[in-house]
């Protein structure tokens, strides 16, 4: 399994960005789907992006595309995700997991702790 450990989250004005972290740690990273969900109270979590092990392939919740970028650095053991445009509807707690090219979260087996985004309008 994978350890993940996600950062920079905070509390950022409508329009404003962030840049999420996700380190990773253990066996088997460089060849992982790596993937955002996020949670905001009272709701399901829900699938916010994904990327490939090799890059080539990346794929958006429709409520963020055109607005936040997923990367991964396979040398830093890290993944990214560059929120840009925020709205007060992005305010959730984010999580980054690994498992297979999938928006179920259910079929995700490594998970961090989360970094909470707050966006005020």
């Known amino acids: 399994q994978v350890h993940l450990v996600e950062s920079g989250g905070g509390l950022v004005q409508a329009g404003g960005s962030l840049r999420l972290s996700c380190a990773a740690s253990?066996?088997?990273?460089?060849?992982?789907?790596m993937a955002w969900f996020r949670q905001a109270p009272g709701l399901e979590r829900e699938f916010v992006a994904a990327?490939?092990?090799?890059?080539?392939?990346?794929q958006y919740a429709d409520a963020v595309k055109d607005r936040f970028t997923i990367s991964r650095d396979d040398a830093k053991n890290t993944v990214y995700l560059q929120m840009n445009s925020l709205k007060p509807e992005d305010t959730a707690l984010y999580y980054c997991?690994?498992?297979?090219?999938?928006?179920?979260?259910?079929?995700?087996?490594?998970w961090g702790q989360g970094t909470q985004v707050t966006v005020s309008s």
């Open positions: 997991a690994a498992g297979p090219w999938s928006r179920d979260s259910d079929l995700y087996d490594s």
């Open positions: 253990g066996r088997g990273f460089s060849n992982r789907v």
């Open positions: 990327i490939t092990w090799n890059s080539v392939l990346t």
